[in-house]
């Protein structure tokens, strides 16, 4: 079965840090750019750091540079959000995204971070 996973959310305070874990099953990991996006309460949804299949290419929203941190652990099939310095405007519902060309879109279910101020 074609899934992702993800798990490591929760409540934080303002300031704090979380890591999210995103675990891949069902498909050829290795071969597909994994991303994180988020979508806070009555806003769309948005990209927050992309990493290449080998981890070669690491992308970030401004927001976020220098605060967050993606990587993957290909072995683990396992792609992760290390998230620092969190801010109240950040709490939202975080999803795991799967990429590759020529191949349909795998997300997960998403799950809540809510940072409290």
């Known amino acids: 079965q074609v899934q992702l996973v993800e798990s490591g959310g929760g409540l934080v305070q303002a300031g704090g840090s979380l890591t999210l874990s995103c675990a891949a099953s069902?498909?050829?990991?290795?071969?597909?750019?994994l991303s994180w996006y988020r979508q806070a309460p009555g806003k769309e949804r948005e990209l927050v750091a992309t990493?290449?299949?080998?981890?070669?290419?690491?992308n970030y929203a401004d927001s976020v540079k220098g605060r967050f941190t993606i990587y993957r652990d290909n072995s683990k099939k396992t792609v992760y959000l290390q998230m620092n310095s969190l801010k109240p405007e950040e709490t939202a519902v975080y999803y795991c995204?799967?990429?590759?060309?020529?191949?349909?879109?795998?997300w997960g279910k998403g799950i809540l971070v809510t940072v409290s101020s």
């Open positions: 069902g498909f050829t990991f290795g071969s597909y750019d």
């Open positions: 995204n799967a990429r590759r060309r020529y191949y349909s879109d795998i």
């Open positions: 990493i290449s299949s080998t981890g070669g290419s690491i």
